[in-house]
């Protein structure tokens, strides 16, 4: 984003209130450690950011997505979930970093049929384009991404069209990225968006994509050091899915970031997770709720930004 | 045939003047229960023996740790005590774990 486009009043009045707000205030990405020469600090933004139709966000979310855009600018990583109608929109505001997208809705007969129903009615309304791909989207920062070196795949599994969230509207999978830091430290990254509901059917469905989730990372990451943020939809209070998510980390001997929302009215579905292994060693220096992402009474989104700040050095 | 495109030329208007309402200001609403709100109500769903216990302060930043179908009172508060102080490091967050309620009665202070 540029002077310019603001000068020539493209931006909205709120996105130039809050870059005002925060100039003072953005971290410094890509720091090299004093202490360690080798390592690398790597700030890592994970946010569901509701981008859907108006009438279903129940808001206007092309209002909100180039604040969004542009204060995620200021992470080195950035793992977007239910990008759905916004990616643009988003991608316009990220000026370092290069993004790749989830899965795509058409090798899924079902949705590429439902796609072809709803067409006569979706095409007279902007950003209303449903079903959709797996919405879910990860920017890297250019000076740490490994170009061609990732991966899509969708789970294959939802539950509900009409009721349970209708989560079969979209065909849910994840992405997975590679890192490599200047002193060639290479770490994958993996986003993910499960599926929602209490029901059920809807946790049995959720299980069933963590575990497809987790067969990915062994298959793709064996004893590498890995990533792996997003909305998951698991409620630690919510009975078989705290078991579900503690299966999930001793499965993979995955560590929490501790990222998770500081302000109360916040649920608690997002997670950053993260190992040390093969390419790289990473540690914890800082993690939390995204606070900027939240002001004047109301959120940018539906969920809490979640962000952690790894240093990441070579493996021992 | 006329009609026919009455209710539908009626259902254009009316999609047409929703698209054009008001703009609501920018951002997302706020939940209105809190986070801790949500969570006792689902624990209040949940079967005994039970209990849970937290960490934190409930009005900002917490986590909860709860059993539920336990043999007993004193296992589902140990276990509750248990998990609580597993998430309670993954978060980071000061303090001990202290038990928040037994079945539904409220043991804190």
Redesign the interface.
């Given at each position: 984003m540029t002077v310019e486009a603001a000068r020539r009043g493209t931006l909205?009045r709120?996105l130039l209130a809050t870059m005002a707000a925060l100039c003072a205030s953005a971290p410094l990405p890509l720091q090299a450690s004093a202490a360690e020469p080798d390592a690398t600090t790597v700030s890592v933004l994970s946010y569901n950011v509701?981008g859907l139709f108006r009438?279903i966000?129940?808001?206007?979310p092309r209002?909100?997505m180039p604040?969004i855009g542009w204060l995620a600018d200021r992470y080195d990583v950035v793992l977007f979930q239910e990008d759905f109608e916004f990616h643009s929109e988003l991608a316009q505001q990220i000026q370092h970093a290069t993004g790749r997208r989830g899965n795509g809705a058409w090798h899924d007969p079902r949705l590429a049929l439902a796609k072809l129903i709803a067409f006569p009615f979706t095409m007279w309304f902007p950003n209303f384009s449903p079903p959709y791909g797996a919405g879910i989207s990860t920017f890297v920062d250019d000076a740490l991404l490994v170009a061609d070196d990732f991966t899509r795949e969708p789970y294959g599994s939802c539950n509900g069209w009409l009721g349970a969230n209708g989560d079969c509207w979209a065909a849910k999978g994840f992405l997975r990225v590679t890192l490599r830091s200047a002193a060639g430290a290479e770490v994958h990254v993996y986003n993910t968006h499960l599926e929602a509901g209490p029901s059920d059917k809807s946790v049995a469905v959720r299980r069933s994509q963590l575990e497809a989730l987790a067969e990915a990372i062994e298959r793709l990451s064996a004893g590498r050091a890995v990533v792996v943020g997003g909305d998951f939809n698991v409620?630690?209070?919510?009975?078989g899915d705290?078991e579900m998510i503690l299966w999930f980390r001793e499965k993979l001997g995955l560590?929490?970031s501790?990222a998770?929302?500081?302000?109360?009215?916040?649920?608690?579905r997002d997670y950053l997770f993260y190992r040390s292994g093969a390419g790289a060693t990473l540690s914890v220096e800082a993690?939390g709720e995204a606070v900027e992402f939240?002001?004047?009474?109301?959120?940018?989104?539906?969920h809490p930004a979640l962000y952690a700040r790894f240093r990441v050095g070579p493996a021992p | 045939m006329i009609r026919l495109a009455t209710p539908c030329g009626a259902v254009v208007i009316v999609v047409l003047l929703a698209g054009c309402s008001a703009k609501p200001p920018m951002g997302v609403a706020l939940r209105s229960r809190s986070q801790f709100e949500h969570e006792w109500g689902r624990y209040l769903k949940m079967a005994p023996s039970k209990a849970l216990a937290v960490a934190g302060d409930v009005t900002v930043t917490h986590v909860v740790g709860y059993a539920h179908d336990a043999p007993s009172d004193e296992f589902a508060a140990r276990e509750a005590l248990a998990a609580c102080e597993q998430r309670r490091g993954d978060r980071r967050i000061e303090g001990t774990c202290r038990l928040y309620a037994v079945n539904e009665e409220v043991v804190a202070d």
């Open positions: 909205p709120a509701h009438w966000a129940k808001d206007d209002d909100r604040t409620a630690f209070i919510r009975p705290r560590a929490d501790g998770g929302p500081e302000l109360p009215f916040w649920r608690e993690a939240v002001g004047r009474g109301r959120a940018l989104s539906d | -």
